[in-house]
């Protein structure tokens, strides 16, 4: 499914026929080329998805931030920087989270701040091939899309709101069945666990 499908997706759900390109001079195209891209990159930044999810170590930059030891350039194809950490944490990285900070440094442009030394960062990418989204995710950014195109395209409201919960609804399984790829453990208080299983 390539982003036309997903555009004659949102279409359908408003009864609007179909599309063979973004560059057609129908009012349907224009609205989907303006919206696309944008509601993508929102969704994708909503929740931290399993196919956007990507780790790299991060370029060290020679300027240093205010209150911080190391300055870290922001990854080109970041949407939402999420953690943080050193080569020794990359296992648990979520349980032990590191302070940052993204700010703007001056000629160095977008910037992380961090006290950790040669720095990886796991963030969501702008993720831009469709054949990697998951199933959830292209049914919410299909309703989203026809949620946003509604009113212009059909002047319907009661289409702009089914479609505005449908999109709600395919986050939310999206959601469930992304927190399924993920392993996690219980993790106790030491002293809880202690008491518990001693």
């Known amino acids: 499914m390539n982003r036309i499908d ?6 359908s759900f408003l009864n609007s026929g179909r599309i063979n ?3 057609d001079a129908s009012t349907a195209a224009k609205l989907c080329k303006i919206n696309y891209d944008h509601l993508r990159q929102r969704l994708l930044r909503m929740y931290p998805w399993g196919f956007a999810e ?15 030891a190391y300055a870290y350039a922001y990854p080109g194809d970041c949407l939402l920087l999420r953690f943080v950490f050193s080569e020794d944490h990359a296992a ?4 032990e989270r590191q302070d940052f900070r993204v700010c703007h440094l001056g ?5 992380i701040l961090t006290d950790v030394a040669m720095a990886y960062a796991a963030y969501t990418a702008d993720i831009r091939p469709t054949g990697t989204f998951s199933a959830e995710f292209i049914d919410a950014l299909a309703h989203i899309l026809a949620s946003v195109i509604a009113m212009p395209l059909t002047g319907n409201t009661e289409l702009q709101n089914i479609n505005l919960q449908l999109a709600q609804q ?5 959601r469930y069945q992304d ?7 219980t993790r106790y208080p030491h002293k809880y666990s202690d008491a518990r299983f001693v």
Not at 170 to 174: F, G, K, N, S, T
Not at 179 to 185: A, Y
């Open 179 to 185: 927190i399924s790829e993920r392993e996690r453990r």
């Open 92 to 95: 648990d990285y979520e349980e």
């Open 170 to 174: 395919a986050v939310d399984l999206a």
């Open 21 to 23: 390109s973004l560059d």
């Open 107 to 111: 000629e160095a442009g977008q910037a």
């Open 54 to 68: 990507k780790m790299a170590k991060l370029a060290q930059l020679e300027t240093q931030g205010v209150g911080y």
């Open 6 to 11: 997903i555009c004659n997706m949102a279409l």
